[in-house]
């Protein structure tokens, strides 16, 4: 059974910094891609960030330069670094992990609330 448990959302204001956590059980974290998602209201949930097993990550475009993902396997967890947030940051943050040949895994979400 795997289980992704996040933290780290609240509320700051724009320009500020928040860094999201994602702790994960089971043993397939290693070999995961690990992800972020967000959804605002109204919106779809859209990739954010995700890190290979290797540690190389990828961005959205929108985040490119403000955001940093990072993972320790040691902890089974991956990270959020969120800095100059803006107020289309806000939205419910879901981390997700995708192991090779099996079905992907998501968190219960964390909301992170940037006010202008």
């Known amino acids: 059974q795997v289980q992704l448990v996040e933290s780290g959302g609240g509320l700051v204001q724009a320009g500020g910094s928040l860094r999201l956590s994602c702790a994960a059980s089971?043993?397939?974290?290693?070999?995961?891609?690990m992800g972020w998602y967000r959804q605002a209201p109204g919106k779809q949930r859209e990739l954010v960030a995700d890190?290979?097993?290797?540690?190389?990550?990828d961005y959205v475009d929108s985040v490119k330069g403000r955001f940093t993902i990072s993972r320790d396997n040691a902890k089974n967890t991956v990270y959020l670094q969120m800095n100059r947030l803006k107020p289309e940051d806000t939205a419910v943050y879901y981390c997700?992990?995708?192991?090779?040949?099996?079905?992907?895994?998501w968190g219960q979400g964390t909301q992170v609330t940037v006010s202008s």
């Open positions: 089971g043993n397939i974290f290693s070999i995961s891609v």
């Open positions: 890190i290979t097993g290797g540690g190389f990550p």
């Open positions: 997700n992990a995708k192991p090779p040949l099996m079905r992907p895994y």
